[in-house]
């Protein structure tokens, strides 16, 4: 029975866990908190194929255990009226011979019955229950059932703070090159691992004078500045990158509030160098909605 109730958990947790995947796999906006919008089919794969292997350890554990109780019932009976027709030859025997031994073989039949009892309540000589399993396992389903009920949030600040603003030296290549001109716009948009790029690796600062539309949360920094954030993930939430712009000119909004903040680029450092630090010298901000897909 113990063996059952493993299995009962196993089951129930994979139920849990294929309803919580589908659950999350077919709002159009929830999924995206986690992964990549290309890995919705998978998702959706995974949810299913897991709830129909819990389904099946459910109707397959039913069954066993139906086995194992019908099992446990019936040699205990067979024993006892075999038990019972050996008693009565011996009582027969006795009649004709030695009484000690009919006494003798009515009382094994009558011990070998007590035996078959004891085993089909279940207990063994030193009056411990085996019937019955570990209770505490059934609290392997809370988590999983808390996260059918409570879907986690998209990450945010909390990641954000605890990165830095270094920026990644593009292809040599890439460098070499230089950096195409930027496309007409007044503001133009950009992401913020762009913005970031250009604002450190441009040799020829092509930034420059231009107006530019960014769209992240925000987090608190120092001396009266801000950031502006964005986390760019390549396939799930577990590889997520905080991007940053450091933000000048204008007061903080609350932490992880969406904003849209236009301005000009700031010149942190020497260009083309990792002494340049991504900078917005703002001249407005807006409050917006989060967006629908809240990663790069």
């Not at 990549?36 to 066993?64: F, N, Q, T």
């Not at 502006?228 to 609350?254: E, M, T, Y």
Request: hydrophobic share 40%; net charge negative; charged share 20%.
């Amino acid at each position: 029975m113990v063996a059952a109730v493993k299995r009962d958990v196993q089951s129930i947790v994979l139920v849990l866990i294929g309803a919580a995947l589908l659950r999350i796999s077919l709002d159009d906006a929830m999924y995206l908190r986690y992964v990549k919008e290309g890995l919705r089919p998978a998702l959706i794969a995974s949810g299913v194929i897991l709830l129909v292997l819990g389904a099946v350890g459910v109707v397959r554990d039913g069954i066993l255990r139906k086995h194992e109780r019908a099992e446990a019932h019936v040699p205990a009976h067979d024993a006892a009226g075999a038990d019972q027709a050996h008693g009565g030859g011996d009582h027969g025997d006795d009649h004709g011979g030695d009484g000690g031994d009919g006494d003798h073989g009515h009382g094994h039949g009558s011990d070998r019955g007590h035996g078959a009892h004891e085993g089909h309540d279940g207990h063994d000589g030193h009056g411990h229950d085996h019937s019955k399993g570990p209770h505490v396992a059934w609290l392997l389903c809370l988590p999983v059932l808390a996260l059918f009920l409570i879907a986690p949030p998209a990450l945010g600040s909390y990641t954000a703070e605890r990165s830095d603003t270094t920026i990644a030296k593009p292809a040599a290549k890439t460098v070499d090159a230089g950096f195409p001109a930027l496309p007409p716009g007044d503001p133009y948009d950009m992401t913020l691992g762009d913005f970031g790029v250009r604002a450190v690796w441009d040799p020829a600062e092509t930034l420059t004078g231009r107006n530019i539309r960014l769209t992240g949360f925000a987090t608190p920094g120092k001396d009266g500045t801000w950031y502006i954030n964005r986390l760019v993930i390549s396939c799930c939430a577990a590889d997520a990158v905080a991007r940053k712009v450091q933000i000048h000119g204008v007061p903080a909004p609350p932490t992880d509030t969406w904003v849209t903040v236009v301005g000009t680029w700031l010149k942190t450092g020497e260009a083309a160098s990792e002494s340049a630090t991504p900078a917005l010298t703002a001249t407005s901000v807006e409050t917006v909605p989060a967006p629908k897909e809240p990663y790069e």
